[in-house]
């Protein structure tokens, strides 16, 4: 009983850990100034199918979860919800929002970012500006990369796109399945 009750709280404690701990943009920002880190910024739509894919078999992947939870503020952002986000010097919103269950407008900030398909994911630097963005569903094992390159400021490095193909040549997955 006590190896059965040992697992159980083993397998609990694995699948907590490996669970994305999402932020809001504000709260990302606000975390930023105490602890610089980057922003993953996951841009979704309740309607996307692949963007449910993504969240549940992609960010939820445990090696993905966990490198992001450590060295990532990861944010989740409704690409036409109605929130009021202060950034850059303004505020975005949605003016033309309609509460209703199917395709919405595009929110300011979706559209400030350059985001014009879901899902998206733009990856932000320690003082919020915008590094680069990557559009359409991912594995865990294509986001993989992206997440080491950027955190690791590899992109600051490479300036070519053989330089790039020799980094991915020479990456490394930590994934196994």
Known sequence: MKK???ILLLLIFTTASAQL???TLDEAR???KVTPKKILIDFYADW???CKVMEKK???HPQIAEYLNQNYYPVKFDAEGNQKIEIYGRVFSNPDFQNKKRRNAMHELTQYMNV???PSIV???EQ???ITMLQGALTARELEPYIYFFANDEHLKIKTREEWENYQKKFKSKIKD
């Open 116 to 118: 014009n398909a879901v």
């Open 4 to 6: 059965f009750t040992a």
């Open 128 to 130: 919020s500006n915008p």
């Open 30 to 32: 606000a975390a930023q």
């Open 21 to 23: 701990k999402w932020m």
């Open 58 to 60: 992609t960010y939820n």
């Open 48 to 50: 996307c199918g692949p």
């Open 123 to 125: 990856f932000l630097d």
